[in-house]
């Protein structure tokens, strides 16, 4: 009969998940990966498959944390009280001393370009589900009034996508937390005005 194994396989993956975040696919090598959890090459890759299934697997892993946080925001009292939360998390997640907190898988994985169809598909879902929840959320305030701007929720989905990346990116630049929450709350003002349309009209017809 074989040994038990002596390690929590969720436990391992939530770490390997922050070194992915941290350092992203290609930049985290076997060698880290084993230094980090403590195992050798073949418990490694006998309960996870090899590195490729590994990322995949964290990648789901860190979706799964990110679940208590859209429960929150469906019980919030409005949309706009749901876009607080999400972006007082995200802010907190960034104001965190730790580095990994600062960085999430997702994004730093489509920055890195890895090449491999499967990791591809996987990480623009992931984002292309986060895109949804925000216009969702969006959609959502505008029809409860908490929410001004009637411009299509798709494209402001998008605006906050791109707030939700660059919040990340200065995080790690340490703009520190008065600027995440500035940057946070002009964004928003712009989601309560109700005269922020232009941007999303296109430009304007020429002469037939």
């Known amino acids: 009969m074989g040994r038990e194994k002596q390690f929590s396989e969720a436990a391992v993956l939530e770490d390997v998940a922050d070194l992915f975040a941290l350092h992203g696919y290609q930049g985290t090598s076997l060698a880290t990966l084993l230094a980090a959890t403590g195992l ?5 890759y006998n309960s996870f498959g090899d590195k490729r299934a590994l990322y995949l697997k964290s990648v789901e892993c860190s979706a799964a944390r990110f679940q208590p946080l ?21 802010v907190g997640k960034c104001d965190s001393d730790a580095l990994a907190d600062k960085s999430c898988i997702v994004a730093a994985g489509l920055l890195e370009g890895v090449d491999d169809p499967l990791i591809v598909e996987t990480l623009r879902a992931k984002w292309a589900g986060l895109r949804e929840l925000l216009r969702d959320t969006v959609e959502r305030g505008q029809k409860d009034g908490s929410l001004r701007n009637p411009a ?11 707030v939700t990346a660059g919040l990340r990116v200065n995080a790690r630049a340490d703009f520190g937390t008065a600027r995440l929450q500035s940057s946070v709350g002009l964004a928003l003002s712009m989601l309560d005005n109700d005269s922020l349309l232009e941007a999303t009209r296109g430009p304007p017809e020429g002469p037939h």
């Open 40 to 44: 050798g090459k073949q418990s490694l």
């Open 70 to 90: 859209e429960a929150e925001m469906q019980g919030a009292p409005s949309g706009r009280a749901a876009l607080v939360a999400y972006f007082d998390h995200l």
């Open 152 to 162: 299509p929720a798709a494209a402001l989905a998008d605006l906050l996508l791109v």
